[in-house]
């Protein structure tokens, strides 16, 4: 019974301590495609040079160009093994080492560098580090609960 108890306490509380922003600053911004066992990631729409802000506070851990179609990017270390990815920038514009603040620190502006075929970011939520041995894709909606710039139609 106490096992049955702490997993729902579990299920109360953790969503609490994980919960995430919208990583735009736009409220018109749309879901262009969701996540699914073959797109790990939201892409939300916006136009080009929308300001990409962090789901989460964290630690800027990699800003980079990614050669596997993700072109420009920031990847976010928030603690407790929980990443996040900022995929298809016009430019970054954080640093490696930098601690950001969800909402107020702005990461990149949107754009379509990469494999990408029209203005948007491709946001991941890892557990561990991104593509290494042992973590694993989680999907980043799961997490987006509130923030200034939600869109009003996914309230």
């Not at 080009?48 to 630690?59: A, K, Q």
């Not at 420009?72 to 929980?82: A, D, F, P, Q, T």
């Not at 557990?127 to 509130?146: A, R």
């Amino acid at each position: 019974m106490s096992a049955l108890i702490a997993a729902g306490l579990v299920a109360v509380i953790l969503p609490a301590t994980v919960a995430a922003h919208f990583p735009l600053v736009d409220r018109y911004a749309w879901i262009s495609q969701w996540y699914s066992s073959r797109h790990h990631a939201i892409d939300i729409a916006a136009p080009s040079g929308t300001h990409i802000v962090p789901m989460r506070s964290g630690r800027v851990v990699w800003v980079g160009w990614n050669s596997g179609g993700g072109g420009y990017g920031v990847i976010v270390y928030h603690g407790n093994g929980l990443y996040s990815a900022y995929y298809h920038m016009s430019r970054t514009h954080a640093y490696k080492g930098e601690y950001v603040y969800d909402q107020r620190t702005v990461i990149g502006y949107v754009g379509m560098t990469g494999n990408a075929t029209g203005p948007h970011t491709h946001t991941e939520v890892w557990h561990g580090y991104p593509w290494h041995s042992g973590s694993y894709p989680v999907n980043p909606w799961s997490y987006i609960d509130s923030g200034w710039y939600l869109p009003y139609r996914y309230l």
